[in-house]
Each structure stands twice: as C-alpha cells, then as structure tokens.
C-alpha cells in the first residue's frame, strides 16, 4: 500500500497524467466532435485514410532578368510590361545584388523579346551565357497564392484541406473526401477576379455566368481585385434592419481601388445614369456579379472617392446565399497568377476506409506484439504492464497534439517547456543541461512546423511516425529496466544506473531527431509528416514518459 500511495504521489507520474488528460480533451471534449463521430473524436483524417482526391496546380509565371539602357529606369520597365503584357509585373532584388523581374503570366522568350525592342531592352544573359529567363514564380507569390486557395477551401467548410508546396510554381492540393471532379471545380481554376464598369446600354442585359468575351464590347477594365480591394467582411450584410432590404457583400477598397472606381464612373456617366451603367465582377473571365452604383453612392462619387462598399444581391434567402458566395469569391477569388492543373489523383472512398482500418490494426498489432516480446522477455507483469500503458500514453500524448487546435497546441508547447525547466531546477530529470538544451530546441522547431499546418491530417506516414514511436520507445523502456534490475538496491546505485540509461536513450534519441529534422525541414510532401511525428513521440518519450516509467519501475520491483 505504501509503494501505491508513494507511485501517485510522486511529480513525474503526476504529470504525465495530467498530460494523458489534457490530450483527450482536444480529441474528444473541446471543440465538440462531430455528430457521429465516435471513438474518431476531432481527429481529421487525410485522403489516403477515408479517400478523396489530389490535384496539382501550376502556377503560371515567369523570371527574367532585362537589360535596358541606362536612361530606362526600373519603374519605367514595369509600367511599359505591364501595359505591353496586360499583366502585374514585379520587381525583386536577387541575392546578388541584380533586378529580376516577375511577370505574373505566362509569356514565351519570342513574345517577351518582340516586346522589350519597344524600350531597346533585352533579356539578360547569366555567366554561363544562357537566358536569364525561367518559368516560375516568386516564392512570395507561391505562399500568397497558397494563402488565398486555403482561405476559399475553409470558408466552403474544406478546413481539413491540405495545401503543400514543391518548387517554385506548384501547389499540392489534398481534399479529403471530395471526389476528382468536384475537387477539379473548386481549385483548377480560380483565376483572378476583376472589377469593370458598363459603358453603354442598359441595365439588365448583363448576367451571372457571362463571359468576358460576351460583354467586351459594353465594358471596360475598372481594377484587379488583388490591387483594387483591401478587405472583405465575412458575414453578409444589409444597409437597414428591415426583413425586406437586399443582403449584400460589404468590402473595402485601396486606393488605387477608389481612384480607379471613382474616375470610371465620372467617365462613363453612372454617376448621372447609375441604373445603366452597372459595376460588374469577373472571376477568372466569368461574370460573378453585376449591380448598379446605389444612388447615394452615385452622389458620393461625384465629389470624392469612396471606400466602403456593399455588393448588393438581393433579399431573402436566396439573397443571402449569393452575398455569401459572392463574399468567397471577393475574399480568395483575387489569385496573384493563374493557375492549371497539371496532375490529379483520386482515392476512392471505400479503398480509403480499408487503408483506414489496415492502419489502425497496423498501429495496434505493433503495440501488441511488443508488448508480448517483452513479456516473453521478462515474464513479469509488473514490467510489462507499466511499458503497456507507458507506450499507449505516447500514442495519446502523440494524438492529443495531432488534434488540438493552435490555441491549445501553443498552451501545450508552453505547459511542456514549463516542466522541463522547473523539472531540472528541482531535480526530476536526470539530463544534463545540454541534453534539456537540445531537447527545448527541437521542440520549438517541432512547434513553429505544428502551429504553421494549422489542423494536422492523419494519414499512412503519421501512421507509420507513431509505429516508429512505439519501436523506440520499447527499446528506450528496455534499457531502463534492464539497469533498474542490475543497478542493486541502493537509492545511489540506483540512480547511478538510471542516469547511465538516461545517457544512452537521449544519445539514441538525439541522433533520430536530428535525422529527422532533416526530413522535416525538405519539401518532401507526406514524408514531412513521417519526420515530425517521430520527434514528437521521442521528445514526449524522453522528456514525460520515460522517466515516470522509470519511478514506477523503481517502485513495483
């Protein structure tokens, strides 16, 4: 009875306890799982676990650096390309010290030479004599295009959607659950929106679903919506508190964007005849919205720019749905640089569900089996027990995190580096300074990769991270006991061999990490989380589980 009162009394078993509780609150408790969830919880699942579909997005693009003469300065080149071209055009500094130039379209070496002979520029040659001339894009571009596409996948209620990175021009897009077609229509061409203004004719005769091609003729470029809108309200909204008035989507506009309304409207006469001449949004060529400017707003124009403004779409419910798509479209419709889709893939759903439960059985087994080594090793159930629920506490620690949201991930991240400061300053641990030093500093890499994926997927290679973590961890387990069991029975023995086996598993321990973050840190898509879910279960080993295993080994034999 005493040993049982001196185990739950003791700091180390108490927290990891308390860590085994607080993982289950994120996978079971807060936010609420979905209905029918079950024993799944929060924890979301990728597309090779309950299927779905991949596309690959090309972004088109391109870098080239120019030689001009010396009376054509840099803001000339853009402004001149970027009428040439009909396209944004961005200058960068190299690591160099030289001016490259990201034209965010693609264009080809003829087209690009046949235009630049309009200011005598060329295409600058690189040391070795070639081209400097590559499709591609900026990696600011790169991130700011992933932005946006992840912004639309979560306000369609995609949140679980990954969005990976390769090279310089290519997005990988899971959508778990979503079959190739749908997937196809919701990211294979978000293309760029674009506001313009109607000239002549009258009001009406422009639709949703028109072309550009179809309304060419009667309208004229206002703005791009990427350099003409600064924000967009995420709720609809309307302009008075009655049942009746029209729902709308409420944005507000730069500068550049009131300007440029402001001077179409004086210079196409809807500041005098506003029900005829209609302001008209495109995305990727396609008309998403066409209204008239609101007779207030007409006024307003007539003597200054106007900064807010209410897409209205008309009341009722199904007013209400329009703002709603129309506020997606304004909000993550405004893509830097065209995309196309270069690649796909599909996970039929039932095949998913089999590698679903292959890899849960997998991961069970693996625990199973182990166990029944050790047990065949020691045949002793106070030994095997204890490694039993020491290995499933990893697996739930390991979970926990995969679950949390990034409010909780940061409280953890923080409540860990807590105990392992106030552990080594009392004692607990039996590392020396460097090891906790290497140890808080994999954990905050492990950290910034966690908060940056925002809601993990679980697929085969995290499956595959935590039958790692089990692996590990019965070695790191067996080490400690077999010194536990030859260490004798003096308390100073006894931490004698305890620190000796704290030396080899953090050895072992360290030199997997750093392989791992290695791993990580490469642009390798899934493997990415392979990487981080072993450092995870190790630190989480070596740092809670371990040694609350080695006090209760201490205390049962």
Known sequence: MAKRESLLSDVRVIVLLVFVLASLIPIYVYP???????LN????????LVGGSSLQLKLNGTLVGIDAPDSVNVTQIVTYLSDALDAEVRPYNTSKGTVR???????????????????NATIAKKPDGELDFEEGVTRETRDETRRIIE????????????????GNNLLIIDLAGIDIKTAESL??????????????????QIHKGDTLSEIANFTEHVVYGQEGIRSVRMVPQRRSESENAPWGAPFTLTDKGANAIRDAAIKYHAVDD??????????????????????????????????????????????????K??????????????????????????????FKMGAAVAALLALISVTLVVALRYREKRIILPMFFGLLSEIILILGLVAAINWFTIVIMGVILLVLFTGAFLKWWNYSVTDLTVGVFALLIVSAFVLSAGKWQLDLPSIAGIIAVIGTGVDQMVIITDEVLSGGKSATMYQKRISFAYSIIFASAATTIVAMLALAFMALGTLRSLAIITIIGLLIGIFITRPAYARIIELVL
Do not use: C, W
Not at 41 to 48: H, P, S, V
Not at 187 to 204: L, Y
């Open 32 to 38: 609420p799982p979905p209905p029918g969830a079950g």
């Open 41 to 48: 919880g929060n924890l979301q699942y990728g597309l090779d």
């Open 101 to 119: 130039y990201e034209i965010r379209r693609s264009v080809t070496k003829e087209q690009l030479m046949e235009v630049l002979k309009g200011i």
């Open 151 to 166: 912004t639309k996948l979560n306000m369609l209620g995609l949140a679980s959607t990954t969005v990976r990175t390769a």
């Open 187 to 204: 990211v294979g061409r978000p293309g760029r929106f674009e506001i313009r203004i109607q000239t002549n004719g009258t009001g009406g």
């Open 274 to 323: 506003p029900e005829n001449h209609e302001l008209v949004m495109l995305l990727d060529d396609i008309v998403v919205y066409s209204g008239p400017l609101a007779p207030q707003l007409a006024e307003e124009l007539r003597t200054e720019p106007v900064y807010s403004l209410i897409a209205e779409t008309g009341s009722g419910d199904d007013g209400l749905k329009k703002a």
């Open 325 to 354: 798509e129309l506020i997606i479209h304004l909000k993550a419709g405004a893509l830097p640089v065209n995309v196309q889709v270069v690649g796909s893939g599909e996970v039929p759903a039932y095949l998913g569900a089999r």
